[in-house]
């Protein structure tokens, strides 16, 4: 079975150090037994290879110990996908919408400490988002539109990202266990399909301190995906999926292309274990590199 190898470093910004060298790219010509092919000249190249997937992985992880370049070896059967689910907290934006709402009331370090250690897998999902959510009772609905407006950034690749899958006809869904106003507004922001995640109870105006049932959770992201891809009649291999938390693992794992981006310490360490992709240097465009894509075939965001 054919598979290529991928590599893909920050995009260079002026006179930068390239890890991409000559002399590894030279190395690489021999470890994979095929010729360069430049996805963005400087920044990402894929190797196709008929050699052991493992043994080439492993020869080109010792190849660039310690540089700053994200290294993949992915089937070159089905690597467009036909359907695409994503994370949306630290993952499609670049902060923890949770923490910016418990901002507001003077205890985003409290909210935060127990975010880490829940996308970290050091505590239990469910009960840390209960107890988060708990802490968040008296404030204002209002300030859930003032954090979108002002603190909800998109993370660096994903408008390239949305447009290029959403020209090409690629499903896509915002799956998330925070909040469904933060959701809706990042699924409309970037042209997501749909969005699924949790309701807050709101009363008068006012969070009350819980979520109306049932709770979004690492189970029911895993749920979505396999629902999506029955009906539409795909299989694993045409499916990928991202994330950056341990709640995200469950779908990584069970999609074509899995992807743990910019993840937890934990979370980075299971996804490696588990032969699925940890991209740590590049941004989201790199799940278009992944498939294939050179940088000149992305769609320009609307």
């Not at 991409?20 to 010509?29: D, K, P, T, W």
């Not at 950034?153 to 290029?164: F, N, Q, V, Y």
């Not at 910019?262 to 240097?281: K, N, Q, T, W, Y």
Request: hydrophobic share 45%; glycine share 8%; charged share 25%.
């Amino acid at each position: 079975m054919s598979h290529i190898l991928c590599l893909i470093q920050a995009r260079p910004q002026g006179a930068v150090a390239n890890a991409l060298s000559l002399e590894r790219i030279a190395a690489l010509e021999s470890l994979t037994g095929s010729h360069p092919r430049w996805l963005s000249p400087g920044e990402a190249v894929e190797f196709a290879t008929t050699r052991a997937p493992q043994h080439v992985l492993a020869g080109a992880r010792e190849l660039f110990t310690g540089a700053p370049v994200d290294i993949a070896i992915v089937p070159a059967a089905e690597r467009r996908k036909r359907l695409f689910l994503s994370d949306m907290d630290s993952t499609m934006i670049t902060v923890e919408c949770i923490d910016e709402l418990a901002d507001r009331l003077k205890i985003k370090g409290e909210v935060a400490a127990i975010t880490r250690r829940a996308m970290n897998g050091e505590i239990e999902f469910r009960r840390a988002l209960e107890e988060r959510v708990a802490l968040l009772s008296g404030l204002a609905e209002a300030v859930i539109d003032e954090v979108c407006l002002n603190r909800v950034r998109p993370m660096a690749g994903a408008a390239d990202l949305l447009a290029t899958l959403r020209r090409d006809g690629v499903r896509t869904v915002l799956v998330s266990g925070g909040f469904k106003p933060f959701t809706r507004y990042v699924a409309e922001l970037l042209g997501f399909d749909d969005d699924d995640a949790n309701e807050l109870e709101i009363v008068d105006g006012r969070l009350t301190g819980r979520l109306v049932p049932p709770i979004r959770d690492a189970a029911s992201k895993l749920a979505r995906l396999k629902a999506e891809s029955k009906a539409a009649g795909l299989q694993p291999l045409q499916t990928m999926a991202v994330g950056d938390g341990a709640n995200d693992l469950p779908m990584v794992e069970a999609a074509g292309l899995g992807v743990i981006f910019m993840g937890h310490s934990r979370v980075r360490e299971a996804a490696l274990a588990a032969g699925r992709v940890v991209i740590d240097h590049g941004d989201l465009t790199a799940l278009l590199f992944l498939q294939g894509y050179c940088r000149e075939a992305f769609a320009s965001p609307a």
